[in-house]
C-alpha cells in the first residue's frame, strides 16, 4: 500500500492544515460512548495522541464517559475543522492507557489544572460552585510545596479504530467521503455516497 494510502498519514497531514488554520482547539473532538444498554451520549474531549496505536484523551475514569466505558468498551468520535470544511470519524475498541502514560501526560499539565483534576469529581452532582472552589482551595494548601501526583483516577483512553472515514465539503452537499476499513493485514479504501 502506497504511504499516502495510510489513514493515519492522511491523519497526520489534516491535522498539520487544521493546527495552521484554525482559531482554536484544532483538537477538540466529539467522543461518543455508549451505556450497557446501548443508550449513547457524547461530549467534547481533546485528542492528545492520534497514531497506528489509535486515539487517545484524557479524562476521569469515574466520570459518566469512564464508567459507559468500564460496561461497554467501545467509542466513536468526530473532528470537525470549520476553517477547512473537513470531517473525521472513527470507531473501534477502547482501551485504558497504561499508568506510566497516563503519568506522563499528567505532569506535562499545569501545576492549576492538576490540582483540579483532584478536586473534581468529574460527573457527579454538586451543590454549590463555592463547594467545588473550597475543595479547590484546600488541595492547593495540602500540595503546598509539593508535586502534585496523578489521582488514581484519572487517565487516559485509546480509540483502536477499526474504521476511519475522511469527509470533504464539495459545493451543492456533494462532499468526498474516503472510508478506510481494517483488514488483517492493512485497510481497505472505498468511498461513500455523501
Ligand atoms: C473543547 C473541550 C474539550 C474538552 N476536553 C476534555 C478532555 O480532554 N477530558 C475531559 O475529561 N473533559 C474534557 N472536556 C469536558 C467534557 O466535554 C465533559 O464535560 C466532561 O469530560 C464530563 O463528561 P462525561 O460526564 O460525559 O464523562 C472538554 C470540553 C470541551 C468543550
Not at 492544515?17 to 443508550?39: L, Q, V
Amino acid at each position: 500500500m502506497a504511504a499516502s494510502d495510510d489513514p493515519f498519514d492522511l491523519f497526520d497531514r489534516w491535522f498539520a492544515d487544521a493546527r495552521a488554520s484554525e482559531i482554536n482547539d484544532p483538537e477538540a473532538m466529539a467522543f461518543a460512548t455508549a451505556d450497557a444498554r446501548g443508550r449513547p451520549s457524547v461530549r467534547m474531549v481533546l485528542l492528545r495522541n492520534a497514531g497506528p496505536e489509535g486515539f487517545g484523551f484524557f479524562t476521569n475514569l469515574d466520570s459518566r464517559k469512564g464508567g459507559e466505558l468500564a460496561e461497554n468498551p467501545w467509542g466513536a468520535l468526530a473532528l470537525h475543522w470549520k476553517s477547512l470544511r473537513r470531517q473525521v470519524r472513527a470507531e473501534g475498541p477502547v482501551r485504558q492507557v497504561a499508568d506510566t502514560e497516563a503519568d506522563a501526560y499528567f505532569k506535562s499539565r499545569s501545576r492549576a489544572s492538576r490540582i483540579g483534576s483532584w478536586a473534581s469529581d468529574q460527573s457527579r452532582p454538586l451543590d454549590s460552585r463555592e463547594t467545588f472552589e473550597r475543595r479547590y482551595a484546600s488541595l492547593q494548601e495540602k500540595f503546598e510545596g509539593e508535586d502534585v501526583p496523578r489521582p488514581p483516577r484519572w487517565s487516559g483512553f485509546l480509540l483502536v479504530p477499526e474504521k476511519i472515514e475522511f469527509w470533504t465539503d464539495r459545493p451543492h452537499r456533494l462532499h468526498e467521503r474516503r472510508l478506510f476499513t481494517r483488514t488483517v493485514d492493512g485497510w481497505d479504501e472505498g468511498l461513500l455516497y455523501p
